[in-house]
């Protein structure tokens, strides 16, 4: 049987994550036996709260392991449908939520739900690395809109305008974002809001899961914003805020319709999220917040006291992040640099190279959609930060 003709052209066209291949470089090179710092896994490093995990034994020890309804259980629908209006100002009603498993799958069914072969999709770049991926596989045309650190990684209205037309499908986006941790505030929403009145048939996909990790002031939901509540599907979920990644649980609030749509999609993939998953996460949301703004703490020391020891490296570009735990460096005064053994050409070569000369894993931010950056995540240990930053210093020394 030949491979070549079996596989699809939708699977052989696309590319694999760049997070999960570096991360498996640094786990390939850490069984040789090398002291690896792996800062590529957009991760927690903290374990998921004690009453998380206690709310699923009980799940589990009274029976509750059995199939789910397909847009998730009623209760945990409603806390998700509480927790939109308290925290978000949304007002939405259960049968407008879908639970999925995990944010990543909801944006996916969002796709598959909407887009036809040759809509245009609008991709704010730099993008998380599974966006364009999943739009393509979807037969979708991304359309993106580049920034760079001298606007803080951040898309203007006017740009916007610039690229919006009567093809466009999907806006999608993160705020807090993956991978810059910029955040957008009320202002510049609200004047991409004023754009978007002018193309009342394009969706906006507004990617929440970042939203407890914000340092710099409350959490705007595009939803929220007048005008946009009925034409916006607000994504978020439980990996990040608290430290549930392995849970594999999202979700998604929007209008009926999409909704409706969604749940036809993941109906034929993977029907419900497990159970005892969702039991748990009906106690994260009513219980969860304190012990969320404890490590949204803890990940602001960690940014503060990775990019103190950052700016002590010579020909590094760093902006400061708002949100999330990742720090997006322009390394392109490295370009056309050797150490003797190789030279450093784009992004790609900077990270292999940290990779193999300092140990310290980080990905590319190609795949991110600006090959001029990489991505570092500060979801590690002080000492980790320390010693990867000392260990990049010290690697860098060598390229003339």
């Not at 599907?233 to 990644?245: E, H, R, V």
Request: charged share 20%; hydrophobic share 40%; aromatic share 8%.
């Amino acid at each position: 049987m030949n491979p070549n003709i079996m596989i699809s052209k939708k699977v052989s066209e696309m590319e694999e994550s760049a997070t999960i291949r570096m991360a498996q470089k640094s786990r390939d090179l850490a069984s040789k036996g090398v002291s690896v710092i792996s800062l590529s896994l957009g991760e927690p490093d903290f374990d998921t709260p004690n009453f998380i995990k206690e709310a699923a034994y009980d799940a589990l020890k009274h029976g509750n392991t059995k199939y789910t309804p397909v847009p998730g259980l009623m209760e945990l629908r409603k806390a998700i449908c509480q927790k939109f209006l308290t925290e978000n100002n949304l007002h939405f009603s259960p049968s407008q939520i879908v639970v999925s498993n995990g944010a990543k799958q909801s944006i996916f069914n969002i796709c598959m739900a909407t887009i036809n072969p040759g809509d245009e999709v609008i991709l704010l770049a730099p993008y998380w690395v599974s966006y364009i991926e999943i739009v393509k596989f979807a037969g979708g045309v991304p359309i993106v809109i580049k920034s760079d650190i001298s606007t803080n990684f951040k898309t203007n209205a006017d740009e916007l305008r610039s690229f919006l037309t009567e093809k466009t499908k999907l806006l999608i986006f993160s705020s807090p974002c993956n991978p810059t941790g910029s955040v957008y505030g009320i202002d510049e929403l609200n004047e991409i809001a004023e754009v978007l009145k002018e193309f009342p048939n394009v969706l906006v996909v507004s990617d929440e899961i970042y939203e407890y990790i914000n340092f710099s002031s409350s959490h705007v939901s595009f939803g929220a914003i007048e005008g946009m509540d009925d034409r916006t599907a607000t994504i978020n979920g439980f990996s990040k805020g608290y430290a549930m990644t392995g849970w594999r649980l999202g979700y998604m609030g929007g209008p009926q319709w999409l909704a409706d749509a969604c749940n036809k999609v993941q109906g034929q993939v993977t029907s419900g999220a497990a159970s005892f998953s969702q039991e748990a996460a009906i106690h994260a949301l009513k219980n969860g917040k304190e012990e969320a703004e404890k490590m949204c703490v803890a990940f602001k020391q960690r940014r503060d006291l990775l990019l103190s020891k950052l700016h002590e490296i010579p020909g590094l570009k760093l902006n400061r992040p708002e949100g999330a735990f990742y720090i997006f460096m322009d390394v392109s005064s490295y370009f056309g640099k050797s150490d003797g053994k190789q030279v450093i050409n784009n992004a790609d070569d900077f990270a292999e190279a940290m990779l193999t000369e300092a140990h310290v894993g980080m990905v590319s931010g190609g795949a991110f959609g600006d090959d001029q950056c990489v991505r570092l995540s500060y979801a590690a240990s002080d000492e980790q930060l320390k010693m990867a930053a000392q260990r990049i210093k010290e690697a860098l020394s060598k390229f003339h």
